[in-house]
């Protein structure tokens, strides 16, 4: 005569457990755990955590603003420099001496222009553009501010002010240089600050950043 068994109390009505062999399968679910749903995943036996990467490794942002105005400034001295160095010696130069001033001059503001917009913009584009245009303003400026000084010197300063109401443009002719035939080393003088300025503004930036 067969017994029968009193039911079990199953709230979730979950299957027996001893259907599976213990190993095999699905684990058996969590006190309080749905069935069929998955636990936390298990970090394997030899497999490091991951890290964020440390603050030092990322890259660090520039000013670019704060570039550009460096390099306007910088540009300002240089162009000031140059034009005092040619208002003290024009009377000892000679016209390869005088050229050849012109173009270190330009070399000058293109590298003192880059190498402070590659510090302090580091990998910005727009600062690196910016340095390209302000270096050839600063190679132009320099020598076109100190022909009216010359003259001055030369003359009367009441004399450089009729000239520049007659002719405004003067300076920008007289460094062209259109009657003496030195408009490729006018030219030259820009390519050459342009291109230091972003030169050394691309290099000193990515290596910063």
């Keep these: 005569m ?14 027996a457990a001893s259907q599976q062999p213990l190993g095999y399968g699905a684990p058996p679910p969590m006190p309080g755990q749905a069935p069929g749903q998955p636990g936390w995943p298990m970090q394997q036996p030899g497999q490091p955590y991951p890290h964020p990467a440390p603050a030092g490794q990322r890259p660090k942002p520039g ?13 300002f ?16 130069q000679s016209e390869s001496q ?64 009729d000239m520049l109401t007659a002719d405004p443009f003067f300076p920008a002719k007289a460094w062209w240089g259109s009657q003496s ?5 006018s030219l030259l003088g820009l390519v050459v600050a342009a291109a230091a300025a972003w030169g050394l503004a691309y290099a000193i930036g ?4």
């Design 77 to 92: 001295v240089v162009s000031l420099l140059y034009t005092g160095i040619t208002l003290a010696t024009y009377k000892d």
């Design 63 to 75: 000013h670019p603003v704060g570039a550009v105005f460096l390099g306007l400034l910088a540009s």
């Design 206 to 209: 990515r290596r910063r950043s």
């Design 181 to 185: 035939g030195t408009e490729l080393l």
């Design 98 to 161: 005088s050229h050849t001033l012109y173009i270190l001059h330009a070399l000058l503001n293109g590298v003192t222009v880059g190498a402070l917009v590659g510090l302090v913009g580091r990998s910005s584009n727009g600062a690196r553009i910016a340095a390209a245009i302000v270096a050839p303003l600063g190679a132009f400026f320099g020598y076109t501010n100190a022909i009216p000084l010359v003259i001055a010197e030369r003359e009367t300063p009441a004399f450089v002010g």
């Design 2 to 15: 067969s017994q029968h068994q009193p039911p079990q109390h199953n709230p979730y009505n979950q299957p």
